[in-house]
C-alpha cells in the first residue's frame, strides 16, 4: 500500500493546480505612448505703436457707407404740375403739405408761420428740412393740418415736409433720413386705465 500512495504525492507536488497557476502571473501593463515634444516657435515682439487700434462702433466708413443697390421708399409725390405733396402725422395731427417753387413763404391754415406757430422752436422745427436740403429761400409751403395740439401739429408738419421733399428731391433721401425727417414718431398718448386717476396716475389718497 505505502509503494502505490508515494507517486501519487509525487505527481501532485510536480503539477501545480491551474489556479495556482493564473494567481503567480504577474498582470500586463500597457505603457502609454509618449508624443513628441512640439518644436518651440520662437515669440516675435511687436513693438506696441506698429499695433492696429480696435475702435467699435467710431469707423467713419462704415458710418458714411451708402448701399448703391438700396431704393428707398419714396412717400412724396410731384404733380403734374411740379408740386411736391407730402402728407405727415404725429399723434392725433395730421399735416397735408405741398411745395412748390417760390420765395420761401410758409403758410399753414391760411396765417403765416410766425402767426400759426408764437413759439420759436416749433418754427426753427419747421423750416429744418427745407434748411437742410437748401430750399429755404426757394420754394411756397402751404399746410393743411387738423387734430391735436401745438407739439403734435409741429411733429406732422415736418414729416409732411420731409417727405413732399423727398418727393422733389430724391437724390437728398439719405440726409433727410439720416437727421430724422423721414421717420414718423409713433409714441401715442396711453390710455387711461380702470381704478386710476389718469393712464398711471392714482386717485389722492385721504386719511379722514
Do not use: W
Request: aromatic share 4%.
Amino acid at each position: 500500500m505505502s509503494t502505490d500512495e508515494t507517486p501519487n504525492e509525487e505527481v501532485s507536488e510536480a503539477a501545480p493546480a491551474p489556479e495556482a497557476a493564473a494567481e503567480t502571473q504577474e498582470p500586463v501593463v500597457e505603457t502609454p505612448e509618449v508624443a513628441a515634444p512640439e518644436p518651440e516657435v520662437p515669440e516675435t515682439e511687436v513693438p506696441s505703436s506698429e499695433l492696429p487700434e480696435l475702435t467699435i462702433g467710431s469707423g467713419a466708413a462704415a458710418e458714411n457707407y451708402v448701399d448703391p443697390d438700396y431704393v428707398p421708399a419714396m412717400r412724396g409725390k410731384v404733380d403734374r404740375f411740379g408740386v411736391a405733396m407730402g402728407t405727415g402725422r404725429r399723434k392725433t395731427s395730421v399735416a397735408r403739405v405741398r411745395i412748390k417753387e417760390g420765395s420761401g413763404k410758409v403758410t399753414i391754415n391760411g396765417k403765416p408761420l410766425g402767426e400759426y406757430f408764437c413759439v420759436e422752436r416749433d418754427r426753427g422745427m419747421i423750416l429744418a428740412p427745407l434748411q437742410l436740403v437748401g430750399k429755404a429761400e426757394n420754394v411756397d409751403v402751404i399746410v393743411r393740418v387738423n387734430g391735436g395740439g401745438t407739439t403734435g401739429q409741429t411733429g406732422a408738419i415736418v414729416l409732411g415736409i420731409g417727405r413732399a421733399l423727398q418727393g422733389l428731391v430724391p437724390e437728398s433721401h439719405h440726409e433727410l433720413s439720416a437727421s430724422g425727417f423721414l421717420t414718423r414718431d409713433s409714441r401715442m398718448v396711453e390710455r387711461k386705465k380702470y381704478g386710476l386717476r389718469k393712464a398711471r396716475r392714482s386717485f389722492q389718497f385721504s386719511k379722514r
